[in-house]
């Protein structure tokens, strides 16, 4: 059974803005999986859809691009649920990474 969890990251960089930091952004995301991981993506409208494949696992998420928020959701299988709290609290605590602005400099 899988277990799902959705975490909100609250923003002030309008959508647009929002959307292209995640773009720019979302190759680091293999950074901070333990144990490596192959992340495959692709945008539909504001969302980007990920498959992250780590630990032996296919994980599906979404990330949904608003105004004033980001809401990432990730539906986790079999025995990765029972991390649920974890893995929610890790993207809660780190999830901002993906919004930094790695332009500039």
């Known amino acids: 059974m899988s277990q799902p969890i959705e975490v909100d990251l609250p923003h002030s960089l309008g959508k647009d803005e929002a959307r292209r930091r995640i ?7 293999t950074d901070h999986i333990p144990g490596g ?3 495959e993506s692709g945008w539909t409208g504001d969302q980007l859809n990920l498959r992250i494949q ?3 696992d296919s ?6 691009v608003q105004e004033t928020k980001v ?5 986790l299988p079999g025995m990765l649920g029972m991390f649920s709290g974890v ?7 780190k ?3 993906l919004l930094e602005d790695h332009t500039k400099g």
């Open 95 to 97: 999830g901002n990474v």
């Open 23 to 29: 773009a720019n952004n979302v190759h680091r995301l």
């Open 71 to 75: 809401v990432v959701k990730v539906l």
């Open 87 to 93: 893995i929610a609290g890790a993207l809660q605590k």
């Open 59 to 64: 994980i599906q998420s979404t990330i949904d």
């Open 37 to 39: 991981a192959h992340v």
């Open 54 to 56: 780590a630990l032996g």
